[in-house]
């Protein structure tokens, strides 16, 4: 079992910048990978980056270049830095934990995004 308590997120004009952060409870991190997900109006949650415990990440396309996923696992962290924001960059994210071991998906509560057109 595994808590995420999410903390960040806001409102920001086009081409700021925002840092979500999660922190994880529970579970051996080592064997979970981290994620950010998001929920736009009108499309089903999807993907955003992830990041294992070696350190490999990935991002969809829509955000390479402009986002950037850390993770400290020490502390059970991870971190979500959006820069150059768009208006389409509006929605729900969630962090998650992936437990590879087992296939269950653990999520935070969700923090909103606005970035107003």
């Known amino acids: 079992q595994v808590e995420l308590v999410e903390s960040g997120g806001g409102s920001v004009q086009p081409g700021g910048s925002l840092r979500l952060s999660c922190a994880a409870y529970?579970?051996?991190?080592?064997?979970?990978?981290m994620g950010w997900y998001r929920q736009t109006p009108g499309n089903e949650r999807e993907a955003v980056a992830r990041?294992?415990?070696?350190?490999?990440?990935s991002y969809a396309d829509s955000v390479k270049g402009r986002f950037t996923i850390s993770r400290d696992n020490a502390k059970s962290t991870v971190s979500l830095q959006m820069n150059s924001l768009k208006p389409e960059d509006t929605g729900v994210y969630y962090c998650?934990?992936?437990?590879?071991?087992?296939?269950?998906?653990?999520w935070g509560q969700g923090t909103q995004v606005t970035v107003p057109s």
């Open positions: 990041a294992t415990s070696g350190g490999s990440t």
């Open positions: 998650n934990a992936h437990d590879f071991t087992t296939g269950n998906d653990f």
């Open positions: 529970g579970n051996n991190f080592a064997h979970i990978v």
